[in-house]
């Protein structure tokens, strides 16, 4: 791909149950960007990053990922420039070892042995679990499975990064391993969160959405220091 920009156009979707998640949201992420995603539960923040990569369709507008847009025609194209960090890392991990997890991606892939092993190794070493490859997802800790599923994107080595809440239920030290984790990575990184400190100190810029639609769009300290919109969005100060 050859930029790696998100654009959002006019984007809306309705579930099946007619519950209106996005109302015609518009913006753009550049490549290189760090962005949080703010907001209650509710907001629209896990349906963006859905759309994102391909696993959901705008009812209305355009998804673009560089120059493709997302569709369902173009949705193998997507998962390869896009990786996404689901909230719960059990959701990412299922096979007997971590080894095997951390190398389902690159071997769906279709990439040569030697290939998946290289990124297989690369990637576990990056998130400190090499020592642990040949263990089950369930043998390892909460901050250990974060790690992992981390592990599981990197391996396919996207061009853009995304994560569901990623420090949900981590303690204090395996939520710092993973801020210092995500720091360490060069990707476009979008993720949805409600750590407020975990977005000042990876993001450069903030986005708030409120009842599916973007009330604020500037950098983190911008946002940060007007109260009266962390009040009014519901996300506090």
């Known amino acids: 791909m050859s930029h790696h920009f998100i654009r959002y156009d006019k984007v809306r979707y309705r579930y099946p149950d007619g519950t209106e998640a996005l109302k015609g949201i518009s913006f753009e992420i550049r490549h290189g960007e760090r962005v949080a995603l703010l907001g209650l539960n509710?907001?629209?923040?896990?349906?963006?990053?859905?759309?994102?990569?391909?696993?959901?369709f705008p009812t209305e507008g355009e998804v673009n990922v560089g120059d493709i847009p997302v569709t369902e025609k173009t949705a193998s194209s997507i998962h390869r420039s896009?990786?996404?960090?689901?909230?719960?890392?059990?959701?990412?991990l299922f096979m007997p070892t971590l080894?095997?997890?951390?190398?389902?991606?690159?071997?769906?892939?279709?990439?040569?042995?030697?290939?998946?092993?290289?990124?297989?190794?690369?990637?576990?070493?990056?998130?400190?679990?090499?020592e642990v490859s040949s263990k089950a997802s369930y043998q390892l800790s909460?901050?250990?499975?974060?790690?992992?599923?981390?592990?599981?994107?990197?391996?396919?080595?996207?061009?853009i990064?995304?994560?569901?809440?990623?420090?949900?239920?981590?303690?204090?030290?395996?939520?710092?391993?993973?801020?210092?984790l995500l720091k360490s990575f060069s990707h476009t990184i979008v993720l949805a969160t409600h750590d407020l400190e975990m977005a000042r100190e990876l993001c450069g810029r903030g986005i708030v959405l409120?009842?599916?639609?973007v009330i604020a769009d500037d950098s983190i300290e911008r946002l940060?220091?007007?109260?009266?919109?962390?009040?009014?969005?519901g996300i506090g100060v």
């Open 142 to 159: 909460g901050g250990q499975r974060r790690s992992a599923a981390i592990a599981c994107v990197t391996a396919m080595e996207p061009d």
């Open 224 to 233: 940060f220091s007007d109260s009266e919109l962390l009040r009014g969005s």
């Open 42 to 56: 509710g907001s629209g923040k896990s349906t963006l990053l859905l759309l994102t990569d391909a696993l959901l």
């Open 161 to 180: 990064m995304i994560l569901d809440e990623p420090s949900a239920n981590l303690d204090a030290r395996a939520r710092r391993n993973l801020i210092d």
């Open 82 to 92: 896009v990786g996404f960090v689901f909230q719960n890392p059990d959701d990412m």
């Open 99 to 130: 080894y095997d997890d951390v190398a389902f991606g690159p071997r769906n892939m279709g990439l040569p042995q030697e290939e998946v092993r290289r990124r297989v190794e690369k990637s576990l070493r990056e998130v400190g679990l090499e």
């Open 210 to 213: 409120k009842e599916g639609e």
